[in-house]
């Protein structure tokens, strides 16, 4: 269910479905990098302004899902228009700054976003831009990144499947918004 905050600008109704922070694991493999099952935390969240600030930390997983090493972390601010125009400005840790554009479907939770323009410091990596797919699917967060270099083309480079994390105080409130159960609990189920 998607709830959509009382202080929430009213511009960012339409990313609503975003904000929460979401966990979960994914998949990179780029030619010339490492292949890895990693895990994500991404967190979109509003201070009433006209934005929602997102930050994304992930790290590289072993076989048994155990964090090895960070991956990589980016942060950012997002805006939509009235015409469900979205735009994104995204620093990543590589040394790369990136202007996303992109649209919100019509009538359904996704964003197709490409980038406008890149920036990048001496000492980051080659890349030239690339492209990013979120989706609410299912009440999950998925989503999946692609990108090109000089050398390689725009091509798939990490996906990942996030779950909305739920925090002790919204806990708190499920409870008190439960309806009342029968001495037994057994009844609640019939």
């Known amino acids: 269910m998607i709830e959509i905050p009382s202080d929430l600008n009213p511009d960012l109704v339409p990313l609503a479905f975003l904000l929460g922070t979401w966990e979960g694991a994914g998949v990179s493999d780029f030619p010339g990098a490492e292949k890895c099952n990693f ?7 509003h201070d009433g302004r006209d934005f929602l600030e997102y930050t994304s930390h992930s790290w590289v997983l072993d076989n048994e899902g155990n964090k090895v090493r960070p991956l990589e ?3 950012g601010y997002w ?4 015409n469900r125009q979205v ?15 992109g649209e919100l479907a019509d009538q359904k939770p996704q964003i197709d976003l490409a980038t406008d323009a890149v920036a ?13 797919l979120y989706g609410y699917v299912k009440s ?12 390689v083309p725009l091509r798939p480079y990490m996906s990942a499947h996030l779950k909305k994390v739920v925090t002790p105080e919204e806990v708190a409130e499920m409870a008190r918004n439960l309806p009342d159960m029968p001495d037994d609990g057994i009844a609640f189920f019939k």
């Open 87 to 101: 735009e994104i400005v995204m620093v990543r840790d590589q040394g790369i700054v990136e202007i996303w554009y």
């Open 140 to 151: 999950d967060l998925m989503w999946v990144g692609e990108k090109a270099t000089p050398e």
């Open 79 to 82: 805006r939509i228009d009235k």
């Open 39 to 45: 895990g994500q935390s991404v967190t979109f969240s």
């Open 73 to 75: 972390s980016e942060s």
């Open 120 to 132: 990048r410091t001496a000492a980051s990596g080659p890349y030239t831009g690339g492209k990013r």
